[in-house]
């Protein structure tokens, strides 16, 4: 699996439009064959932070996914929102193993 | 749900032996009623960070967790392979609703 976590932080007054946009992205994003999961988590104590925590079954899915609508809908959508470039980290799975994604 | 990151930083010659220890811990924690998952990933370009996905179906759980006999053991058999404390930092769920985890 490539898992991606990807560190967002809002200005404060897009919190709620965020969720909105990250919503409909992650529901469309879970129907992709290639993404295992698509997880869309908020800071406890610091709400303008989020991670999306993006499991891919291949590179090739990753790459797949930024060509998508909804990627693009919400890359636009949310592009005015940031308080700071977003930043994507790489990890792969110890656990669970391949199969139980 | 309550989640939980913990960002682990190992040193270099504990890699093998954290992720083995972690994987017993992990292994064992999805079979506790309150954990809906509990991920261990490894950082792609620095193999020395962890970081453990543990999502738990309600804080009590998270504390629950805490004082299993796995999670006892893996605490003290990996205090020597950090290279610098643990930190744990947690999050709501946006996507997916409560019901689908």
Known sequence: MQIVLVHVHVKPEFVEAFKEATLANASNSVTEAGIARFDVIQQADDTTR??????????????????????????DTVAEMMA??????????????????
Chains 1, 2 share one sequence.
């Open 50 to 75: 989020f991670i999306l925590v993006e499991v891919y079954r291949s590179p090739e899915a990753s790459a797949a996914h930024k060509e998508t609508p909804h990627y693009l809908r919400w890359r």
């Open 84 to 101: 700071e470039p977003r930043q994507g980290i790489k990890y792969g799975n110890i656990f669970p193993e391949d199969a139980d994604w």
